[in-house]
């Protein structure tokens, strides 16, 4: 099975430290995603990986960053964290290719408070 | 990009087949119909997707309107852990990577 695993469950940080999330997975897949989930707004975008070194904004990119150095690994930055960025952030993977239909797989979120 | 339209919830008796019906009336031909679920605690999973014909898998059954203007996912019988958000998705041929999810559909499974 597919495991994609993100590196903290739940995380707390300060207004204005620069915070970083992990996701690894570990299906050689090219695409990877970052996404955020809120209630009632269902989960949002916030940047794509289609390969290494590659990466494409979403809908909400403002205020992250992303890094994809290695195939099996894809970070997001958050550059200096504020209280709206409180918020359940999912990582997935998928094999590549450009119109794919191959499902996307989650790891389990990393529940991130900005204080 | 398509939308589509879920029931905010809906409850169903353990061992009993479960239809969640989804509403897509401005869906494109080249729209592919997909569905995840998200278990408490947990990041969405995926379970079925399709075109036009009717698809079955381990997980559940799809099943496509002749018009394409709504889907119903069939579990075919639903047990305890069968309780989650089912989220029906439109993903459209020109939208390469990104799969635009909805509020989708709480389902409660009562013992």
């Known amino acids: 099975d597919v495991k994609v695993t993100q590196s903290s469950r739940y995380l707390v940080k300060r207004t204005g430290e620069k915070v970083f999330l992990e996701c690894v997975q570990d299906?050689?897949?090219?695409?990877m995603f970052w996404y955020r989930q809120d209630p009632g707004l269902g989960l949002r975008l916030i940047y794509f990986?289609?390969?290494?070194?590659?990466?494409e904004k979403g809908d909400i990119p403002e205020g992250y960053s992303v890094s994809r150095e290695k195939k099996e690994r894809f970070s997001l930055i958050l550059e200096s964290a504020s209280t709206n960025q409180t918020s359940m952030y999912l990582c997935?993977?998928?094999?590549?290719?450009?119109?794919?239909?191959?499902?996307?797989?989650f790891g389990d979120g990393t529940r991130l408070s900005i204080l | 990009d398509a939308k589509t339209t879920q029931p905010n919830s809906m409850e169903s008796n353990e061992e009993e087949p479960v239809h969640l019906p989804c509403n897509h009336s401005?869906?494109?031909?080249?729209?592919?119909i997909h569905w995840y679920r998200q278990l408490p605690s947990q990041g969405p999973e995926y379970v079925i997707h399709?075109?036009?014909?009717?698809v079955n898998n381990r997980m559940a059954s799809l099943a496509i309107a002749e018009d394409r203007k709504s889907s119903t996912l069939i579990l075919h019988r639903a047990t305890l852990r069968d309780a989650a958000v089912y989220y029906c998705?439109?993903?459209?041929?020109?939208?390469?990577?990104?799969?635009?999810w909805g509020a989708g559909t709480k389902l409660i499974i009562k013992p």
């Open positions: 990986s289609y390969d290494v070194k590659m990466k």
């Open positions: 997935a993977s998928r094999v590549g290719g450009g119109n794919s239909n191959q499902p996307q797989h």
């Open positions: 998705i439109l993903r459209g041929m020109d939208s390469n990577y990104q799969l635009i």
């Open positions: 399709g075109l036009t014909s009717n």
């Open positions: 401005t869906i494109s031909g080249t729209d592919y």
């Open positions: 299906m050689d897949h090219e695409n």
